[in-house]
């Protein structure tokens, strides 16, 4: 009995809407981050292999690519870290919001933390000069900088920004893939077309990705055919959408996150004017 | 002399009246509807211009006909989306006059909590549905800003091809729209740089005004995004807000009740004790 009563007081603190949130945001990032790093490897072969000859040509991919990939690993850092910040955050705020309206008890802990959010401990008992216990001295601080969702909310703010401009980036080599693998359906299937084989091309200079005077620099005909037929060109192909995929998952995380830490925010500071009356 | 006091207190009424009235503006929802209405404007906007830009660029230097019949070209793609530009602008139009609207009430009935206004099931489920909606056109929004960056990138490559040209002398590179996904595969219309057109093409102010316009439409559509997000943001607190100030209006007249009913019974008990000294 009193096992499942503490079990159903555990999951009344639960905060679900950040649970969701952090797994969509973990998830999203996951695939983002990996995909999107095996996809740039992909891309690194297939340009090396079939697009050009000489070393000097793509040695600025090379360096773009790399720079991508040390960039992805300090967004997966970042975000994981981030992630679980924001989840104990709505813990600790989702708790207090439920303590206020008596739904919840809490331990020691608890009631250090929520100090902070509440407004501090008024009544008769700030008078006496009692010992704090050191447990609750160390909640007191984390609930200190744990128990403001405004400034959350500033920061995934700005996140979400940044995170729109990769989103709308990531949409460029699917885009590229799928230009390329739509031409290699024509040339496997000629008869849908009146133009001759030969001069169906995928120019890698027109994409931007080589430059110029870079030699062949495209591939045509039934070269680019056998060049969309090897497992390398679909698994980049796929992995790019994935990364897509990813990209556009975080980005739903970060605004669910917002919309949680809002409404928390809202809660708290309207029951802050609720004691004053 | 009591005509004074009369005076003093009309104005002052009238004073107490304006910040009242003041107080109940929604900033928020304010600043999320003007952001909204700019994101919409210039993605509406400057993307039908840039739409019609593309199309004389592609009938000019590019030499490609309209096609006559049903078959779906790219003109007949971009009367499309200029069909669908007209709808969003619309739609958007009278969404931001529905969204000031319930911030305006919700404001009010918040700032008002112990005043006329009444917070009904009703009111709590219409806020509900607009965080839903809201959250969907989001989600819309996304799709549409992602989208909006492909023509952006390929205006990107052909004026980068324009600023390369010069480095590039005596080789005859050739631009294939075909690999850009703007025409079928059926017909070949590339243009290449030793070509009339190319020269003409990378001269003229049509090409910079068009690319521009494309990256100000993406930015457009960036703002409708982030207007959406101010919206949920709004909306979610205004919810917290509603639903908690429910609870506290069920609290204050159950304290009120008990009020009523210990004056009752004192009141009682007074009478009680007044007929026994009689």
């Given at each position: 009995?009193?096992?499942?009563?503490?079990c159903?007081?555990?999951?009344?603190?639960?905060?679900f809407a950040?649970?969701?949130?952090?797994?969509?945001?973990?998830?999203?990032?996951?695939?983002?981050?990996?995909?999107?790093?095996?996809?740039?490897?992909?891309?690194e072969?297939?340009?090396?292999?079939?697009?050009?000859?000489?070393?000097q040509?793509?040695?600025y991919?090379?360096?773009?690519?790399?720079?991508?990939q040390?960039?992805?690993?300090?967004?997966?850092?970042?975000?994981?870290?981030?992630?679980?910040?924001?989840?104990?955050?709505?813990f600790?705020?989702?708790?207090?919001?439920?303590?206020?309206?008596g739904?919840y008890?809490?331990?020691?802990?608890?009631?250090?933390?929520?100090a902070?959010?509440?407004?501090?401990?008024?009544?008769?008992?700030?008078?006496?000069q009692h010992q704090?216990?050191?447990?609750?001295r160390?909640?007191?601080?984390?609930?200190?900088?744990?128990?403001?969702p405004?400034?959350?909310?500033g920061i995934?703010?700005?996140?979400?920004v940044?995170?729109?401009?990769?989103?709308?980036?990531?949409?460029?080599p699917?885009?590229?893939?799928?230009n390329t693998?739509?031409?290699?359906?024509?040339?496997?299937?000629?008869?849908?077309?009146?133009?001759?084989?030969?001069?169906?091309?995928a120019?890698?200079?027109?994409?931007?990705?080589l430059p110029w005077?870079?030699?062949?620099?495209?591939?045509?005909?039934?070269?680019?055919?056998?060049?969309?037929?090897?497992?390398?060109f679909?698994?980049?192909?796929?992995?790019?959408?994935?990364?897509?995929v990813g990209?556009?998952?975080?980005l739903?995380s970060?605004?669910?996150?917002?919309?949680?830490?809002t409404?928390?925010?809202?809660?708290?500071?309207?029951?802050?004017?609720?004691?004053?009356? | 002399?009591?005509?004074?006091?009369?005076?003093?207190?009309?104005?002052?009424?009238?004073?107490?009246?304006?910040?009242?009235?003041?107080g109940?503006?929604?900033y928020a929802?304010?600043?999320?509807?003007?952001?909204?209405?700019?994101g919409?404007?210039?993605?509406?906007?400057?993307?039908?211009?840039?739409?019609s830009?593309?199309?004389?660029?592609?009938?000019?230097?590019?030499?490609?006909?309209r096609?006559?019949?049903?078959?779906?070209?790219?003109?007949?793609?971009?009367d499309?989306?200029?069909?669908?530009?007209?709808?969003?602008?619309a739609?958007?139009?009278?969404?931001?006059?529905?969204?000031?609207?319930?911030?305006?009430?919700?404001?009010?009935?918040i700032?008002?909590?112990?005043?006329?206004?009444?917070?009904?099931t009703?009111?709590?489920?219409?806020?509900?549905?607009?965080?839903?909606l809201?959250?969907?056109?989001?989600?819309?929004?996304?799709?549409?800003t992602?989208?909006?960056?492909?023509?952006?990138?390929?205006?990107?490559?052909?004026w980068?091809?324009?600023?390369?040209?010069t480095?590039?002398?005596?080789?005859?590179?050739?631009?294939?729209l075909?690999q850009?996904g703007?025409?079928?595969?059926g017909?070949?219309k590339?243009?290449?740089?030793?070509?009339?057109?190319?020269?003409?093409?990378?001269?003229?102010?049509?090409?910079?005004?068009?690319?521009?316009?494309?990256?100000v439409?993406?930015a457009?559509?960036?703002?409708?995004?982030i207007?959406?997000?101010?919206?949920?943001?709004?909306?979610s607190?205004?919810?917290?807000?509603?639903?908690?100030?429910?609870r506290?209006?069920?609290?204050e007249?159950i304290?009120s009740?008990?009020?009523?009913?210990?004056?009752?019974?004192?009141?009682?008990?007074?009478?009680?004790?007044?007929?026994?000294?009689?």
């Amino acid at each position: 009995m009193g096992l499942l009563e503490c079990c159903a007081r555990c999951l009344v603190g639960a905060p679900f809407a950040s649970l969701v949130a952090t797994g969509l945001c973990f998830f999203g990032v996951a695939l983002f981050c990996g995909c999107g790093h095996e996809a740039l490897t992909g891309t690194e072969k297939l340009i090396e292999t079939y697009f050009s000859k000489n070393y000097q040509d793509y040695e600025y991919l090379i360096n773009v690519i790399h720079a991508f990939q040390y960039v992805i690993y300090g967004t997966a850092s970042f975000f994981f870290l981030y992630g679980a910040l924001l989840l104990a955050e709505g813990f600790y705020t989702t708790g207090a919001v439920r303590q206020i309206f008596g739904d919840y008890k809490t331990t020691i802990c608890g009631k250090g933390l929520s100090a902070t959010v509440t407004g501090g401990q008024k009544g008769r008992g700030s008078r006496g000069q009692h010992q704090a216990h050191s447990l609750e001295r160390v909640c007191h601080c984390l609930g200190k900088w744990l128990g403001h969702p405004d400034k959350f909310v500033g920061i995934t703010y700005a996140l979400t920004v940044v995170w729109l401009l990769v989103f709308a980036c990531s949409a460029v080599p699917v885009y590229i893939y799928f230009n390329t693998w739509t031409t290699c359906q024509s040339i496997a299937f000629p008869s849908k077309t009146s133009a001759s084989i030969g001069s169906l091309c995928a120019d890698a200079r027109m994409y931007g990705v080589l430059p110029w005077n870079a030699f062949p620099g495209k591939v045509c005909g039934s070269n680019l055919l056998s060049i969309c037929k090897t497992a390398e060109f679909q698994m980049t192909f796929h992995l790019f959408i994935a990364a897509f995929v990813g990209a556009a998952a975080t980005l739903v995380s970060l605004l669910t996150f917002m919309i949680a830490a809002t409404y928390n925010f809202a809660v708290l500071k309207l029951m802050g004017r609720g004691t004053k009356f | 002399m009591e005509e004074n006091m009369e005076e003093g207190q009309t104005q002052k009424g009238c004073f107490e009246c304006c910040i009242k009235c003041l107080g109940g503006i929604p900033y928020a929802s304010l600043i999320a509807t003007i952001l909204l209405y700019a994101g919409v404007a210039l993605f509406c906007g400057c993307g039908h211009e840039a739409l019609s830009g593309t199309v004389n660029i592609l009938q000019t230097y590019f030499e490609l006909a309209r096609t006559a019949g049903d078959t779906l070209d790219v003109f007949t793609m971009i009367d499309i989306f200029k069909y669908v530009i007209y709808g969003i602008a619309a739609a958007f139009f009278v969404y931001g006059i529905l969204l000031m609207v319930e911030g305006f009430f919700t404001t009010g009935a918040i700032k008002d909590l112990y005043g006329d206004f009444k917070i009904t099931t009703c009111g709590r489920c219409v806020s509900a549905w607009f965080i839903m909606l809201t959250y969907l056109f989001m989600l819309a929004w996304l799709g549409v800003t992602a989208f909006t960056s492909l023509p952006v990138y390929m205006y990107f490559n052909v004026w980068t091809i324009c600023r390369n040209t010069t480095l590039v002398e005596g080789a005859n590179l050739c631009l294939d729209l075909r690999q850009f996904g703007i025409v079928t595969i059926g017909e070949e219309k590339k243009i290449c740089t030793a070509s009339e057109n190319f020269l003409r093409m990378c001269e003229s102010t049509e090409l910079n005004m068009t690319f521009h316009l494309f990256i100000v439409a993406l930015a457009g559509a960036g703002a409708a995004v982030i207007a959406m997000v101010h919206y949920l943001m709004v909306l979610s607190a205004n919810w917290a807000y509603v639903k908690d100030a429910c609870r506290m209006q069920k609290y204050e007249d159950i304290k009120s009740k008990e009020e009523q009913e210990l004056h009752d019974i004192h009141s009682t008990r007074s009478k009680e004790r007044l007929n026994a000294y009689t």
